[in-house]
């Protein structure tokens, strides 16, 4: 069964370094989200993009994060400038129509030294 | 969105079935329920969704009443893989529809 990929698993940055997180969505999707969920607490989202665009975002998605999609396979989750608050596990997810649901992957756990 | 209730744990013997409620009163026409699960660190699981009528997939059932302000996701062989927390969602179909998680309930699956 398809699968929405995500790399690193682990990734261990200093505070205030850049950092990119990756997905792989699964191919035939056209929604793609990140959300993220600090360790015991809910799951949040932070944003939404389709048509090669952000087409929602929440308060936690501010200036120092960035989406992209670079090419026809990747969708990428930057963060300009690291803070400790940012240590969390980051959910890439897809989904194929409107009709359909969104497929998680199993996450990038960000540290931040 | 709807907001939902659930309760915060339940418990369930292996290979019997686990009954997780979900209460959506202020649910809309056009709101589906979707249920999640996560285990332990790992990413939400999609497991069901439906509007009105019953639903079943090879995971589990979906109950909802007839005024849709209630739903029942039913596991209906329970094993100590199902232990997770269980996320009821409801939203609308209808754009980018993102998803709001709450709490869920943590169903633990004892031998």
Redesign the interface.
């Known amino acids: 069964e398809p699968e ?1 990929t995500q790399t690193p698993s682990h990734q261990v940055t200093q505070m205030g370094q850049e950092v990119i997180l990756r997905c792989v969505p699964i191919s035939n999707h056209l ?1 793609f ?1 990140w ?1 993220r969920q600090i360790l015991g607490q ?4 932070l944003v ?1 993009f ?1 048509n090669n665009e952000i ?2 975002k929440s308060e936690i998605f501010d200036d120092q994060f960035s989406v992209e999609r670079p090419d026809g396979s990747n969708f990428t989750l930057k963060i300009r400038s690291t803070k400790l608050e940012d240590s969390a ?1 980051y ?1 890439c ?1 897809s989904r194929q129509d ?2 359909q ?7 990038t756990r960000l540290s931040i030294l | 969105d709807a907001k939902t209730t659930q309760p915060p744990s339940m418990d369930c013997a292996e290979g019997r079935a686990a009954n997780l409620p979900c209460n959506h009163s202020t649910i809309s026409g056009n709101e589906y329920v979707y249920w999640y699960r996560q285990i332990h660190s790992q990413g939400p699981q999609y497991i069901i969704h439906g509007l009105k009528n019953n639903e079943t997939n090879e995971m589990a059932s979906l109950i909802i009443t007839e005024d849709r302000k209630s739903s029942t996701l039913i596991l209906p062989h329970a094993t100590l893989r199902d232990t997770a927390v269980y996320y009821c969602i409801v939203r609308g179909n209808s754009g980018y529809s993102t998803l709001t998680f709450g709490k869920g309930t943590m169903l633990l699956v004892s031998p």
């Open positions: 929405v929604y989200y959300y809910k799951v949040e989202f939404s389709y087409s929602e596990m959910f997810a409107s009709n649901p969104q497929h998680f992957g199993d996450g």
